[in-house]
């Protein structure tokens, strides 16, 4: 079972823009903070950008100035929008939760499936 469902990813330009959004889809509930992480071949994962439930948000620095990440709390959805995309963009991005479990009702870490992201000319 996928309790996070990432959708948006997709081929871009350098420069380019994209958006990718994150859904609870089973599993979860009362999200706490919702965040991005992503990993390129031959690296490790690393946060991008994480937000909590009030609203305060951090990225990388890597990606600050061109990332923002928000969220929509009444449908259990984080959005990361993407602009001036560079190469070394390009990764899986995952969607990460911090939120309780509908059938333990433990809270704990989800992740989503991942989305592929590839910036090329």
């Known amino acids: 079972q996928v309790p996070l469902v990432e959708s948006g990813g997709g081929l871009v330009q350098p420069g380019g823009s994209l958006t990718l959004s994150c859904a609870a889809s089973?599993?979860?509930?009362?999200?706490?903070?919702m965040g991005w992480f992503r990993q390129a071949p031959g690296k490790q994962r690393e946060l991008v950008a994480r937000?909590?439930?009030?609203?305060?948000?951090n990225y990388a620095d890597s990606v600050k100035g061109r990332f923002t990440i928000f969220r929509k709390n009444a449908k259990n959805t984080v959005y990361l929008q993407m602009n001036s995309l560079k190469p070394e963009d390009t990764a899986v991005y995952y969607c990460n939760a911090d939120a309780r479990s509908t059938t333990s009702f433990a809270r704990s870490d989800y992740w989503g499936q991942g989305t592929q992201v590839t910036v090329s000319s």
């Open positions: 937000i909590t439930n009030s609203d305060s948000a």
């Open positions: 089973g599993g979860i509930f009362s999200i706490y903070a």
